[in-house]
T-cell receptor, first 115, second 113 residues
Framework: GDSVTQMEGPVTLSEEAFLTINCTYTATGYPSLFWYVQYPGEGLQLLLKATKADDKGSNKGFEATYRKETTSFHLEKGSVQVSDSAVYFCALSPGHPQGAQKLVFGQGTRLTINP | DSGVTQTPKHLITATGQRVTLRCSPRSGDLSVYWYQQSLDQGLQFLIQYYNGEERAKGNILERFSAQQFPDLHSELNLSSLELGDSALYFC????????????FGPGTRLTVT
């Protein structure tokens, strides 16, 4: 079945460091890919998305490129801030109509940025 | 603020009991999704409703049920509760039937003792 695997956390970085959180997926068909962020005590917020191969999603300085050949969607940011501390979830929406309603999530990566 | 509201915020109950979680979608959204977030299972899709009709089912136990009412709010009913049902339950909404553009509520934290 469809699945998402994220790099295990927690990840701790200093402010202004470069961030990469790895995400790979297994899916039939052509899924859409997403990164969601969960700040403490809040629900998930859509951070960025990509709907087809080679698309690059970007938002708030974060970027991720849909790589079909490596089935990956790694999240990157050039210079992190303390306010980026949160849990990040990679997710996919299956490409087949029967599964299009649901999001399949990775296990989440907790990111802590120290000043 | 996503515009999705969930009540209650916290719920503590005993094993064997039954609880109801409530979700109000964003104004104009017709789809409601329920997810369960637990330490061992991660974030899992439970069920989706669109304009009052069940559209998709995920890993939802038979002890759990849901419905969407004419005013589009949704309720998730959990019965014969077990310790393992302790989790954060999220509701999300979207405008159309199947779409990835889902907006999440703040969640209801259920603790079963």
């Amino acid at each position: 079945g469809d699945s998402v695997t994220q790099m295990e956390g927690p990840v701790t970085l200093s402010e202004e460091a470069f961030l990469t959180i790895n995400c790979t997926y297994t899916a039939t068909g052509y899924p859409s890919l997403f990164w969601y962020v969960q700040y403490p005590g809040e629900g998930l917020q859509l951070l960025l998305k990509a709907t087809k191969a080679d698309d690059k999603g970007s938002n708030k300085g974060f970027e991720a490129t849909y790589r079909k050949e490596t089935t990956s969607f790694h999240l990157e940011k050039g210079s992190v801030q303390v306010s980026d501390s949160a849990v990040y979830f990679c997710a996919l929406s299956p490409g087949h109509p029967q599964g299009a309603q649901k999001l399949v999530f990775g296990q989440g990566t907790r990111l802590t940025i120290n000043p | 603020d996503s515009g999705v509201t969930q009540t209650p915020k916290h719920l503590i109950t005993a094993t064997g009991q039954r609880v109801t979680l409530r979700c109000s979608p964003r104004s104009g959204d017709l789809s409601v999704y329920w997810y369960q977030q637990s330490l061992d299972q991660g974030l899992q899709f439970l069920i989706q409703y669109y304009n009052g009709e069940e559209r998709a089912k995920g890993n939802i136990l038979e002890r759990f049920s849901a419905q969407q009412f004419p005013d589009l709010h949704s309720e998730l009913n959990l019965s014969s509760l077990e310790l393992g049902d302790s989790a954060l339950y999220f509701c999300a909404s979207s405008v159309r039937d199947y779409t990835y553009e889902q907006y999440f509520g703040p969640g209801t934290r259920l603790t079963v003792t």
